[in-house]
């Protein structure tokens, strides 16, 4: 079965700079997709960003930018220019198409930006 | 574009009691899920439906949870009777076909005392 990883419960960041969320997870298929989703504390699950296993090039939006290692099965987001509205929770999420398309999802990173 | 809509956003109720949960998907969203959420987990799939058919149900418990989406639009998510350890969010979500993009709606809070 696929697994979702993310060791960092609770991250912290100043307004304006970098963070980056981690995210490892596990499978044997080669066919899938990987997301990052934002809650903020208004529940509304938002997406910020995906990418398809078969791209090696790493997806970006705008201040939001993926590291894709397929071999280490690694899936880190980066956030730039942190802004105070990014302040939620995020979570990482697997997709297994060949498994109808059900999102397996992480813990969960609380992240805090600070002014 | 209108987003997914889910009703009712908050509920309390007491065990024992049923529950009933409505969600509309995305105009145009052949798949249509329901995810649990328990507070400090990520969401968990109950069920999948293709249009009206279901996909995968194998989380969902059968004994107290039902759904259903009549005319492949509208879903329902039903749970008689509650007990405290369904106490959770409950979100809905769709995507154009299975494999694509999933959206959420703001999903409902549940509450069992």
């Known amino acids: 079965a696929q697994t979702v990883t993310q060791s960092q419960p609770e991250m912290s960041v100043q307004e304006a700079e970098t963070v980056t969320l981690s995210c490892t997870y596990d499978t044997s298929e080669s066919n899938y997709y990987l997301f990052w989703y934002k809650q903020p504390p208004s529940r509304q699950m938002i997406l910020v960003i995906r990418?398809?296993?078969?791209?090696?090039q790493n997806a970006t939006e705008n201040r939001f930018s993926v590291n894709f290692q397929k071999a280490a099965k690694s899936f880190s987001l980066k956030i730039s220019d942190s802004q105070l509205g990014d302040t939620a929770m995020y979570f990482c999420?697997?997709?297994?198409?060949?498994?109808?398309?059900?999102?397996?999802f992480g813990q969960g990173t609380e992240l805090s930006v600070k002014p | 574009e209108a987003g997914v809509a889910q009703s009712p956003r908050y509920k309390i109720i007491e065990k024992r009691q049923s529950v009933a949960f409505w969600c509309n998907p995305i105009?145009?969203?052949?798949?249509l899920y329901w995810y649990q959420q328990i507070l400090g987990q990520g969401p968990k799939l109950l069920i999948q439906?293709?249009?009206?058919?279901?996909?995968?149900d194998s989380q969902l418990p059968k004994d107290r949870f039902s759904a259903e989406r009549l005319k492949g639009v509208d879903s329902t998510l039903k749970i008689q009777p509650a007990k405290l350890e369904d106490s959770a969010v409950y979100l809905c979500a769709s995507s154009l076909w299975r494999g694509e993009t999933q959206y959420f709606g703001p999903g409902t809070r549940l509450l069992v005392l």
């Open positions: 439906f293709q249009n009206n058919g279901v996909v995968d």
């Open positions: 999420a697997f997709m297994d198409y060949n498994q109808g398309g059900k999102l397996i």
């Open positions: 990418q398809e296993a078969y791209k090696q």
């Open positions: 105009s145009g969203h052949a798949t």
